[in-house]
Every structure is written in C-alpha cells, then in structure tokens.
Nanobody, 132 residues
Framework: VQLQASGGGLVQSGGSLRLSCAFS????????VAWFRQAPGKEREGLSC????????SYVNTVKGRFTMSRDSAKNTVYLQMNSLQPRDTAVYYC??????????????????????????WGKGTLVTVSS
C-alpha cells in the first residue's frame, strides 16, 4: 500500500489550492481515505474522510464549507480542494487509509499518551504555506 500527496505550495491568504493523493495497493471502495494536516508544534488534525462503505464524505468543522474532498476511482486518486485559505491553514498535509472513517477525527488515549486516528497507512505529506 502506498499513498502520495502532492499539490502543496505557497499561496496568499484568500487563495485556493487543490491537493492530490495518488494511492496504490487498494481500492477506495475497500478502504476509507482521509486527509490530515499537521502544523508546526501542533498535533495532527483530521480534516475529511471518504467512507469505503457508502462513499459519504465527512468534514471537521474547521474546514467545512471551505474544503471539498472528492474521489476519482478510475485514477485511484482523491483530491482536496481548499478555498479561502488562511495563514492558520499552513501545515503539512497528508493522506492516509484505514478500514473506516470512524476515528479520523482523532481520539486521545491518556494511558498511551498518543492520539489514534484509525488509519493503517500514511503517505508522505505536502507542505502548504499561506501568507498573510
């Protein structure tokens, strides 16, 4: 299983970018695919996820209405269209895959001292920088 995010870059505040995540080794109707980001000094944040069971796409509130996830099954690629970008969106963006979208928002386990996102495979990230 491999995933590779691309499409990051430098954009001005208010601008748009479209990220791509090309994957291999599985199909999107067998595994969920999700987008995440991690800003410097912050925890990884789940952004959106497309379900393998019914194709429903979910978003966290921080990006709902600004980001749109889509899928091209023929190309084994998912996309993240990001509009109205703000400096707070600056981060490394990742895509990942796992058995479902249930945990993509993140659950913290104090006993383990770590967050769980329910994803089995992670791709290398792509850096998005939004200037003010």
């Amino acid at each position: 299983v491999q995933l590779q995010a691309s499409g990051g870059g430098l954009v001005q505040s208010g601008g748009s970018l479209r990220l791509s995540c090309a994957f291999s080794g599985f199909t999107s109707d067998s595994y969920a695919v999700a987008w995440f980001r991690q800003a410097p000094g912050k925890e990884r944040e789940g952004l959106s996820c497309i379900s393998n069971s019914d194709g429903v796409i979910s978003y966290v509130n921080t990006v709902k209405g600004r980001f749109t996830m889509s899928r091209d099954s023929a190309k084994n690629t998912v996309y993240l269209q990001m509009n109205s970008l703000q400096p707070r969106d600056t981060a490394v963006y990742y895509c990942a895959t796992g058995p479902s979208c249930r945990w993509y928002g993140g659950t913290y386990y104090p006993a383990l001292g770590q967050w769980y996102y329910g994803m089995d495979y992670w791709g290398k990230g792509t850096l998005v920088t939004v200037s003010s």
